[in-house]
């Protein structure tokens, strides 16, 4: 009877955003309704809007946490006793000092509102899109959230933000929502109290925005969204609480977190899933490679990075201490995954030949030492070349080495990496970086200091010359308490296709771009933060 109720209050608060969405296209300026420009860039951003009053010293964080001992209710009988603790502020809202309670408080965050700016492919603005941060909010500084991606048809773009459930606020300067529960995945040992959906926000070239709300991800955050065929196809997180592992497979909160993580379905429109019927495509564990004992259950599928190419769903993991960070296929190759719920869980998540199997802990197979990767953004050039962003460790060297404070492995393999399939098999063929200055310090006002450490998300297109251009927007690290909150850059590179080596010298005889060579289009300024690009929407 629950259940029944929850579900028509959802399609209830549906119809409502439906009836809305007609108020919900912006305008870019008060004389003319707003209107992506074909062929330019869109990039997300978000802006810090909060004050001094937005926390304060010695308050309990997460706000409305309770600290002490949660039973839960075993599936085999018996109960479980959790631990859950809260914090307590250690700096008041002032921009950037507001992140050092990331050191307290490791659910710290606040939400801000979301800007597209649409751009020419050399950096200078169109237009902006203010999206209504009453509809919809971002969680600053969570570095891997508002990525953007343009549909198979080429009419929208989409992005994963996050909307009150009945009784939370949609709002700007809302805290640690990044890590709340969302309705209907609630889970009693995570500290954050709140519940929020993470939502798929739809937008067309006219500006005007859907959203469907979703139950995935409790705990953590959606990153990336993608419509095709008529679905959205979603990557994230899930989990804040304090079940073990053993409590993961042995209580229904545990499974419901399982099994709404990672690679996700959801249909645009729809009145938010529940458990069972939440879709998660697939399932990844570290013992389908060769490691004897497996991870704690779902942080394998700690995905962030999406794309699809020739109607395959390709994801990334590039953070945490499970898994393996690499690349993914998801499904089978040529066909998008469609189904029931069960049909989608049954569906495979393989590592293409060729990309890395060592786990993020840094050890192969053997147990021997092995390197890290921390790939992030995808872009096909091609079915035979594929272009990855790897954002590097975010180690933060102090005091710098010869004027650098990246580490000297983000140095060696962090920035655009391009790989080539040949018989079956993806080769690392070289990695752009000249230009990115990947550990060089530059200034923005008073912030400490941001440097780039690689990049997080990209776009690219082949041009008719044989040259590939890519947008990425960069990862940095930096002396604040939590560099997501970093203001980053939007930077531009121009590759050949066709190279097997790392290209030098000019694109062609009309083109004053050098081959190879990073350019800023734009810098962050003071407490904003750059997240995702992708071409245009056209109507067309």
Not at 141 to 150: G, P, V
Not at 160 to 172: D, E, I
Not at 209 to 218: F, M, R, V
Request: aromatic share 8%; hydrophobic share 35%.
């Amino acid at each position: 009877m629950k259940r029944a109720s929850l579900a028509i209050t959802l399609g209830l608060l549906a119809i409502t955003i439906a009836i809305g969405l007609a108020t919900i296209g912006m305008r870019a300026d008060d004389d003319a309704q707003f209107h992506f420009i074909p062929n330019s860039l869109v990039v997300s951003r978000s802006v810090y809007v909060g004050t001094a009053d937005t926390v304060t010293v010695g308050q309990t964080l997460p706000p409305g946490c309770v600290a002490g001992t949660v039973k839960m209710p075993l599936l085999a009988g018996g109960m479980a006793n959790v631990k859950v603790t809260c914090a307590t502020a250690a700096a008041d809202g002032t921009y950037p000092t507001v992140f050092n309670n990331n050191k307290v408080d490791g659910s710290f965050g606040v939400t801000s509102p979301i800007f597209l700016d649409d751009i020419t492919t050399e950096g200078h603005l169109h237009g902006t899109l203010p999206v209504p941060s009453d509809q919809i909010v971002t969680s600053f500084s969570s570095k891997s959230e508002l990525a953007l991606n343009l549909s198979d048809d080429g009419k929208s773009i989409t992005f994963v933000g996050y909307r009150g459930g009945p009784g939370f606020l949609t709002a700007p300067n809302q805290l640690d929502v990044s890590n709340s529960n969302t309705p209907g995945v609630v889970d009693p040992t995570n500290p954050v109290a709140s519940q929020y959906y993470r939502a798929v926000a739809e937008v067309g070239a006219d500006g005007r925005i859907q959203i469907t709300d979703g139950n995935a991800y409790s705990g953590n955050n959606g990153r990336a969204a993608i419509k095709a065929n008529w679905t959205y196809y979603l990557t994230g997180n899930d989990n804040n609480g304090g079940l073990s592992s053993s409590q993961l497979t042995g209580t229904q909160i545990g499974l419901n977190l399982i099994t709404s993580t990672g690679a996700e379905l959801l249909v645009p429109g729809q009145t938010p899933p529940l458990p069972p019927d939440i879709n998660k495509i697939g399932d990844f564990e570290i013992t389908q490679v060769g490691y004897a004992k497996a991870d704690k259950a779902g942080k394998d599928n700690n995905f962030r990075g999406l794309t699809i190419f020739n109607n395959t769903m390709y994801v990334t993991k590039g953070s945490g201490g499970n898994g393996i960070n690499t690349v993914y296929q998801v499904g089978d190759a040529g066909s998008l995954p469609t189904g029931s719920t069960a049909q989608l869980a049954a569906l495979p998540i393989t590592i293409p030949p060729g990309f890395p199997t060592s786990l993020a802990s840094g050890v192969d197979q053997n147990g021997n030492r092995a390197p890290v990767a921390f790939p992030f953004g995808l872009f096909f050039a091609n079915a035979n070349t594929l272009y990855v962003c790897d954002e590097g460790d975010g180690t933060f060297v102090t005091p710098p080495v010869n004027g650098n404070q990246a580490s000297a492995a983000a140095q060696a393999t962090a920035g655009v990496q391009k790989w080539s399939l040949v018989n079956g098999t993806w080769h690392l063929l070289y990695i752009l970086q000249n230009g990115l200055n990947i550990g060089v310090p530059y200034t923005v006002g008073t912030y400490p200091a941001p440097a780039a450490d690689g990049c997080r998300n990209l776009t690219g297109r082949v041009n008719g010359n044989g040259t590939v251009e890519i947008y990425a927007v960069t990862s940095t690290v930096s002396a604040s308490g939590d560099q997501g909150a970093d203001p980053n850059k939007l930077v531009n590179v121009t590759d050949l296709l066709s190279a097997t080596t790392l290209p030098t010298g000019e694109a062609d005889e009309d083109s004053a771009d050098s081959l190879g060579h990073f350019v800023t289009l734009r810098t962050a300024k003071f407490g904003e933060v750059l997240r995702g690009v992708a071409f245009a929407p056209t109507d067309h």
